[in-house]
């Protein structure tokens, strides 16, 4: 089965838990064990879920942090689910390339949201995706700083011994 269709099952299962305030792994346990009308959850169905409830604290704070003007609490149920998909997407597994986590997160807006959601949902990725690279750029020049004092060190001690 084909992600996207994965995306739109996971979707559906945390936009239930969410209106009916129901914790995301007792559904997705009850819709693993009974999936209802619908064929079983694809696994990466599951894999989402999984994967937003483990980090959604994360995905909550980075969402509040890169939103202006609208917390998570405020979204849109839909949205927040869909935006919570596609930042676990981006933060949490390096098995989709970010772009597409956002190319996803915008079909499914396209589809269930209002015509304002797509922007918001958009701008709303993307910064946090300019936030990621921009944090491992700042990790990479770290290690790399810390790789030259590591060498300096190493070389002064070799010149300390040879003394």
Known sequence: MARSTARKRALNTLY??????????????????EPGAQTPLPDYAIDIVRG??????????????HSTGWKVRRMAVVDRNILRIATWEILFND???????IDEALGLAKSLSDGDSPAFIHGLLSAIC????????????????????SDANTAADGESLAE
């Open 16 to 33: 239930e838990a969410d209106e009916k305030g129901q914790d995301f792994l007792s559904l997705l346990a009850e819709r693993i064990k």
């Open 52 to 65: 937003v409830a483990d980090h959604r604290r994360d995905i909550d704070h980075e969402l509040d942090e």
């Open 95 to 101: 098995e989709v390339p970010d772009r597409v986590a």
């Open 130 to 149: 300019d936030d990621k690279q921009s944090r491992a750029n700042a990790d990479s020049e770290a290690s790399n700083e810390s790789d030259a004092a």
